[in-house]
T-cell receptor, first 118, second 115 residues
């Protein structure tokens, strides 16, 4: 069963505007972590932001914030003030369990290709 | 601190051959995971090694194997290559400590082409 769903294959945004990339997940484990990665055309995966299942507040990292709605099982990434360099593929990923005991295995969504227009 | 390094970056092989890919994690990281990325299947987990032991394994045939050395460097091997093994192979390392979210840091990947 698909555990991470990203329903937007492609998104377009104007430079300096905000954009939201959608991610829904499915798990029966009460302990899990949600990650967002950026993959430019070079191929390297760049870690952006993390949200733990027990975190009370939404995670933020600079221009990135995570809109975590636990009851809806969604973890949308919000990028504020988009820049041309933000054009890339974005992946949502989940790790079930606590990383130090259950391992670091990530399940990825299919990704969203973001294009920032000048 | 140096990032995750992978060698080689590009590789061309023919069907039936075998290949070995190498990954050096960030200094101090003891967990190394491998992923395969293809246009059709997306990103799929291969296996994870922690302190020289395989801790998790994805749903791949036995042709895919790996190991980790005492310095945490890891290798993955694919035997009897098939056309469908053409992919970007990504290695990721993680520190793994209690109470933290243990994010994985990825290397630049090895792009394998099987002819």
């Amino acid at each position: 069963a698909q555990k991470i769903t990203q329903t937007q294959p492609g998104m377009f945004v104007q430079e300096k505007e905000a954009v939201t990339l959608d991610c829904t997940y499915d798990t029966s484990d009460p302990s899990y972590g949600l990650f967002w990665y950026k993959q430019p055309s070079s191929g390297e995966m760049i870690f952006l932001i993390y949200q733990g299942s027990y975190d009370q507040q939404n995670a933020t990292e600079g221009r990135y914030s995570l809109n975590f709605q636990k009851a809806r099982k969604s973890a949308n990434l919000v990028i504020s003030a988009s820049q041309l360099g933000d054009s890339a593929m974005y992946f949502c990923a989940m790790r079930e369990g606590r990383g130090e005991t259950s391992g670091s295995r990530l399940t990825f969504g299919e990704g969203t290709q973001l294009t920032v227009n000048p | 601190k140096a990032g995750v390094t992978q060698t080689p970056r590009y590789l061309i092989k023919t069907r039936g051959q075998q290949v070995t890919l190498s990954c050096s994690p960030i200094s101090g990281h003891r967990s190394v995971s491998w992923y395969q990325q293809t246009p059709g299947q997306g990103l799929q987990f291969l296996f994870e090694y922690f302190s020289e032991t395989q801790r998790n394994k994805g749903n791949f045939p036995g042709r895919f194997s790996g190991r980790q050395f005492s310095n945490s460097r890891s290798e993955m091997n694919v035997s009897t290559l098939e056309l469908g093994d053409s992919a970007l192979y990504l290695c990721a390392s993680s520190f793994v400590r209690q109470g933290a979210y243990n994010e994985q840091f990825f290397g630049p990947g090895t792009r394998l082409t099987v002819l």
